[in-house]
């Protein structure tokens, strides 16, 4: 299996703002809602290339996370604005490595992950190569 | 359109009890997360019926919430153990009416809502009859 | 109490995207999430007048919702954009009523709700009167 | 700072019920999701020792999540009845290691995280000491 590095200075950055949904009663936002968001940007950072995952879908194709290694570092809180920053670490056949990191507006690191996210065929439910247009764009 | 009413006192009664996921910083239960109550007591309600929606949904049949009206009385707390009392109140070729209610330990109702869920083909996203065996159970 | 109708021409507009998180098996956007969406436009119209739900809430200041009337016209789909359009129907002295409407790229309205939020203290969980800062903006 | 093995062999086990507000349009649990079930089991592990978050809270003190390491090796349907499998691996003065694991009525792992909770004061957002009486039980 062959592996591709990606230039790590192309990173893509997703503004995300915190709502009352996000937050639970200890006053932060509670923290699985840190991996939609980290999920937003990575969804986006695929419509940037061209990548349509709704499109893939009807084609029974699509990404699913198989691991993340997450430190959640400082909380968040209602209205606050974030930019989630995101670049694609490693590329293999079968699945991509994201490095992620959501900051606040003075640019601290508030979580931050590493994502394993693999293609599958959703009626098999088994992994099967990444479509070679979208190889390409990430190398 | 023939229209059966159903008997008001066989109430379905569904435990809940309130996680952090599911309040806000307000320090109560985020509204929406009402809805997602309704919708397992409407669900256990149907399997105590011996419905399967994950079969259902092998034959491209779903219920689809199609209206709501709710009275959002008073907030439920972290760790609050709640009741949803459950019953059909119509029942007609393509849609079933539910009144449920959301009651603490002391019977205080905290939540109430009507809710009109309509028998739709998945794969055409379009009404279609509700299966007799379900219809049967209900009258 | 005296009630001060708006004007229904000042309709605010907020952008929302469907991702994964939004929708369920049914492959459609999950019910109770089209409440949050109605929920971030309100919070951003309030912050278009210059509201911070955050401040308020530090002085124990939350507007809840306690009352929707909600039609559910037809499913949203992933990677599907948006509008929530919303203008505020009547002003009390505790409560606002809004009226809103998610309608696609098309102008089709997919869901529809008639919302009263109350303003409240949060520390007692008691209906107060709302600020007359917000009063005056939309009055 | 010292450091208590608790006896690897106390594993504590929590259901849980797969609903359509847990799946997503791939027809599996949208990932997230399943860091709210593993928060739940602790939640419900820590009640079974006596302890109300609740009652913690009230008092300024909350768990957060500092560190996450999540491996998703199959996607649960709609549905499923699967247990969370939970203990403690490792219990210092202000943080818990926990090693989690959901398994269908196979035995199947679906999903395993190792979490790294720590205690905090809720109005200064600061690591404090584990309280006693919570140290206690699971030494």
Redesign the interface.
């Known amino acids: 299996m062959t592996t591709t590095s990606t230039n790590e200075n192309s990173t893509f950055d997703w503004p995300i703002?915190i709502?009352?949904?996000d937050?639970?009663?200890?006053?932060?936002v509670?923290?699985?809602?840190y991996?939609?968001y980290f999920?937003?940007a990575r969804?986006e950072l695929l419509?940037a290339k061209g990548v349509?995952?709704?499109l893939l879908?009807e084609q029974q194709l699509?990404f699913?996370?198989?691991?993340?290694?997450?430190?959640?570092l400082?909380?968040a809180?209602?209205?606050q604005e974030l930019t989630v920053k995101t670049h694609v670490s490693q590329l293999k056949r079968v699945s991509l490595d994201f490095c992620q990191e959501i900051v606040n507006l003075d640019g601290k690191v508030l979580c931050r992950a590493v994502v394993r996210v693999a293609c599958i065929n959703?009626s098999k439910?088994k992994p099967t190569a990444i479509p070679n247009f979208i190889i390409s764009e990430f190398s």
């Open positions: 703002r709502y009352y949904e937050t639970d009663a200890g006053g932060i509670y923290h699985s809602n991996l939609k999920e937003r969804t419509r349509s995952q709704q879908l699509g699913v996370v198989k691991h993340m290694d997450i430190d959640f400082q909380g809180q209602l209205d959703t439910m």
